[in-house]
């Protein structure tokens, strides 16, 4: 890296203490952009990237809230506005016992190069609690998302900053969420997105990243001339975004193998079909139960509980042609991906934010596979949140077809607009760099226009 980027990583770390996840994912995309800042001296004059790290507003506030037996509950809650160049804040809200300061910031600095890749008018953020929705009832759920939204309808609004769910954050949640902005408010309008269909919500928004993330690692196999057709898929998570990764993958012939949940994953050596799918929905959005249930019912499939001693993840153990990470951030680490590489993986796309390591992605890159980054694979969500928007404005409702088919052009674009990054500044087949320059240009650009705000 050059002296100045060296500079910049310097005061970045000492002004940013021990948030591990932040500096991972700021260190990766300043690795890439150093090439394009290098060339284009307005980028240094302006402290582009000094101001691209340094969120515009960071807010904090206590959750106060009263669960079923009486008992006052308190958690923190969180909104990070980091960048609003190219239009209000978007990015989700996640609800888990794990989150933190260093998180909420890489997720909302990610979000801001992902929005910019979509080609929608949107800024970054990203916000949530470290309350866990695992365990409690509907009531306390309810009580907790009123109190949440209690404080943060001060600091949101459709022009303004738009939430959207994450990790703990469904459709539910939402639901809970925007009936309280609207009853302190006083006014409908498309402040969140994931809504209900019969209140503004978008068909095709609950299964756009999975969908999307197989548009987008279909166009990777596309460019090498290749289909999903009889290819053996590894899946992580079991939520929003694995569901419809399993589905897409489906759709094109592929034979999803595994899905997992905190508790442990289960391998299908007969394929996780349409039947099998509609299980694990109930499973997951309905009765809120474990993975373990798919093994007691489907005898074709081992249950092997997490061990979070082990130095490996064995889901990431078994011989497939691909891998779709969709539960959490870091959830392949260096030996996983090497066991992946040992046993010929193909093509590895991100469902989950930043779900490999900083020497896991290295591996990844030098093997020359198919390495899809969150950033660019996973905005599908991001996307049709954005055609949310649209629809909200306009008052009007688009069709499904109309919706998969936006999100289908929007992920080829993505694809595309990556792939010709990566050629320009000479990292041909490398989206990682693709991702993080092509996102980064327009951001810089479009602050550049704007002044020093
Ligand atoms: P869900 O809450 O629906 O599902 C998360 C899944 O991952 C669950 O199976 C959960 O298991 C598992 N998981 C979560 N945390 C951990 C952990 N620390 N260790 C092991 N497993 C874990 O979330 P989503 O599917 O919405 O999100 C998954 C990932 O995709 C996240 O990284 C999120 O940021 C990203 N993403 C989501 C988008 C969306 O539209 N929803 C958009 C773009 C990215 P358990 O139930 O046991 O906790």
Known sequence: MSANIDNVMQGFEAKNPGQTEFLQAVREVVESVNIAIEKNK????????????????VLMFRVPWLDDDGNFQINRGYRIEMNSAIGPYK?????????????????????????????????????????????????EVMKFCQSFMTELCRHIGPNTDVPAGDIGVGGREIGFLFGQYKRIRNEFTGVLTGKGRNWGGSLIRTEATGYGVVYFAAEMLKANGQTFEGKKCLISGSGNVAQYTVEKLLDLKGTPLTVSDSGGYIFDEAGID????????????????????????FSSAVYTPADKTAEFNPLWNHPADCAFPCATQNEINGKDAQNLLDNKIALVCEGANMPTTADGAEKFIESKILYGPSKAANAGGVAVSGLEMSQN?????????????RLHTIMKDIHKSC??????YGKKGNYVD????????????????????
Do not use: C
Request: hydrophobic share 35%; no cysteine; proline share 3%.
């Open 42 to 57: 307005k980028y240094q004059d302006a402290k582009i990237l000094e101001r691209m790290v340094e969120p515009e507003r």
């Open 91 to 139: 990015g989700g809200l996640r609800f888990h016992p794990s989150v933190n300061m260093s998180i909420l910031k890489f997720l909302a600095f990610e979000q801001v190069l992902k929005n910019s890749l979509t080609t929608l008018p949107m800024g970054g953020g990203k916000g949530g609690s470290d309350f866990n929705p695992k365990g409690k009832s509907n009531n």
């Open 274 to 297: 349409r039947n099998k799918l509609q299980f694990i929905m109930d499973l997951k959005n309905n009765r809120r139960g474990r993975i373990s249930e798919y093994a007691e019912k």
């Open 393 to 405: 404005s306009l008052r009007y409702s688009w069709t499904r077809e109309e919706v998969d088919s």
């Open 419 to 424: 792939m010709e990054a990566a050629e320009t």
């Open 434 to 453: 693709g991702a993080n320059i092509a996102g980064f240009i327009k951001v810089a650009d479009s602050m550049l226009d704007q002044g020093l705000v």
